[in-house]
């Protein structure tokens, strides 16, 4: 038995490698008592603004077995999403840079449904699901469980090559060999924290987002708060800025996915251009693109922001 865990675990994790994941961990399904304490107390200081949805489900959140029945391991995926080229105006509104291609939604769920018909095909008949950033899913503990990622003291997943991927899941009734949880490597650097314009780290590892940028330009739908008019630094579709500091990024990996190219007009769109943007401009840019999630009048408010 012990033999076929470890052939079905090199198989699958080859299979990733293959289909282009920059990592691939697995740990055991089970409920994750460890963090009920801590989505409690985030959740009890508003912490996640009006992303009331990340209040529901609480208890599948803890535990996949009441997503997939039976499940008995969970697969952690990274997908690089790092482009070689950026917008080519220094002082043109910025997008995140997992914003410049096609939905990773799309993206990521086409290469999971891959690896979960790869295992179906070469270990038998296997039950499972795929989520990635979409369901009740702790994507960044189980990350960090199955030895792929550490979280920062930003809070994204961190690996020494970089932070700059999307993370996915399979969750499967299959026995497999589980790796262990990664140490973290942050040591006593606090540049992601020092770096915030709008201080929402507010202690290591805890982001509040009634403050923080990214959730501001794509979740919020209300008008921006006036107190941190000024401190947005240019950014109207995300914000990168805590992983831009990090050391962990200064030896860039840029991804290989034809996928996550931007349409080529986006690169070279100028400051005035973008002021002046059109619905019908809007929706030749973003047509596949998560910037369609703040709609063309959402941007139209974060740029009036920003002016």
């Not at 499940?71 to 070689?84: G, Q, R, T, W």
């Not at 910025?94 to 270990?123: C, P, T, W």
């Not at 400051?271 to 063309?296: C, M, N, Y």
């Amino acid at each position: 038995m012990n033999s076929n865990l470890k052939k079905y675990t090199q198989l699958i994790k080859a299979e990733a490698n293959r289909l282009g994941f920059f990592a691939c961990g697995i740990s055991k399904a089970r409920f994750l008592e460890e963090e009920a304490g801590n989505m409690e107390k985030w959740l009890k200081n508003h912490f996640n603004g009006e992303m009331k949805y990340l209040e529901n489900h609480f208890d599948k959140r803890l535990n996949p077995q009441l997503l997939v029945p039976g499940a008995k391991s969970v697969i952690s995926l990274i997908f690089n999403y790092l482009p070689e080229e950026l917008q080519k105006h220094k002082d043109a509104p910025v997008f995140s840079k997992y914003a410049y291609g096609e939905d990773y939604h799309f993206v990521l769920k086409d290469k999971m449904r891959q690896l979960m018909q790869f295992i179906n095909d070469e270990i038998g008949e296997v039950s499972g699901s795929a989520f990635t950033d979409s369901a009740p899913v702790l994507d960044k503990k189980w990350a960090e469980l199955s030895g792929i990622a550490w979280r920062g003291k930003h809070s994204n997943m961190l690996t020494k090559e970089g932070s700059f991927f999307f993370i996915g899941e399979l969750v499967i009734d299959l026995d497999l060999e589980y790796d262990k949880p990664m140490n973290s490597y942050c040591g006593t650097c606090t540049r992601c924290i020092d770096a915030c314009p709008t201080q929402a780290i507010t202690e290591p590892y805890v982001v509040d987002a009634n403050k923080c940028i990214s959730y501001l330009t794509i979740e919020f739908k209300e008008n921006l708060p006036e107190d941190l008019k000024g401190k947005f630094q240019n950014r109207v579709f995300g914000c990168d800025i805590c992983q831009d500091v990090c050391p962990y990024n200064s030896n860039p990996i840029f991804h290989n996915e034809e996928r996550f190219l931007p349409h080529p007009d986006f690169l070279e769109m100028s400051k005035d251009e973008w002021f002046v943007i059109t619905e019908d401009v809007f929706r030749k840019l973003f047509k596949k693109s998560a910037v369609k999630r703040t709609k063309f009048n959402g941007l139209r408010r974060n740029l009036d922001f920003i002016k």
